[in-house]
Each structure stands twice: as structure tokens, then as C-alpha cells.
């Protein structure tokens, strides 16, 4: 008869390994392409610094910067752990959770900009 079937298992860390390849060239997209729109829309210091729009695009950079450095963490110190350990998993995992609310908050940001006039565009 059948025994049991076997299923192939990635380790958590090599499949958190390749997510994190992947948000790396994502991350590199969107810093280019977000950098060259935003400083389109605002068109100067003046935009950025005196504007609802200005301030709500500061705040979405923020949250980005924020997410960011939740990310290097993980590429660099999380991931490493997380290769030797369940409790090095569990924290990556807890560091995604905060990274992914840090990036709800600038999708958030990024729905409000896309309702507001741009100073550039006045």
C-alpha cells in the first residue's frame, strides 16, 4: 500500500532568506521610481517643508526609513539568528509584524497624497 507521503520542508530561515532577496530589489524599485515622482510632484524645498502634502510625504518617508531599518535588520542580524534558532525565528517574525505595520502607515500616507494636490502641481 501507501505509506506516508513525505513533504519537502524549506527550513524557516532559507525561505526568509529569499523573501528578504526579493523585498531588497523591490526596495531599490521603489526608492528610485518613489524619489524621482515625489520630487516631481513637489518641485521644491518650499513644497516639502510648507505643505499638507510636503508634511504627509515626510511622515510616509519616515515610516519608509522606519521599515527599512527594520529590514536591514533582519538581512543582517535577524536572519543570521533565526538560522540557529527558533527563538531567532520567532524574533524575525516579530520584527516582520512591526515592519508591515510601519508599512501600513505609509500606504496610509501614500492613499492621502493621492488625494491631495501636489504643490508642483499648482
Known amino acids: 500500500g501507501l505509506g506516508p507521503r ?6 524557516p530561515a532559507r525561505s526568509l532568506e529569499r523573501r528578504s532577496g526579493a523585498a531588497v530589489v523591490a526596495f531599490v524599485a521603489i526608492v528610485g521610481t518613489g524619489t524621482y515622482n515625489a520630487w516631481h510632484r513637489v518641485g ?5 517643508t510648507n505643505s499638507y502634502y510636503g508634511t504627509t510625504l515626510l511622515i510616509k518617508i519616515a515610516l519608509v526609513a522606519g521599515a527599512i531599518g527594520l529590514g536591514a535588520y533582519n538581512k ?10 527558533a527563538r531567532g525565528v520567532a524574533i524575525v517574525r516579530r520584527v516582520l509584524r ?16 493621492g488625494s491631495q494636490q501636489a504643490p508642483g502641481a499648482i
Open 6 to 11: 513525505r513533504v519537502a520542508v524549506v527550513p
Open 44 to 48: 521644491s524645498v518650499d513644497g516639502l
Open 76 to 85: 543582517f542580524f535577524g536572519l543570521p539568528a533565526a538560522a540557529h534558532s
Open 98 to 113: 512591526a515592519e508591515s505595520v510601519l508599512l501600513l502607515g505609509a500606504l496610509t500616507a501614500a492613499a492621502i497624497l
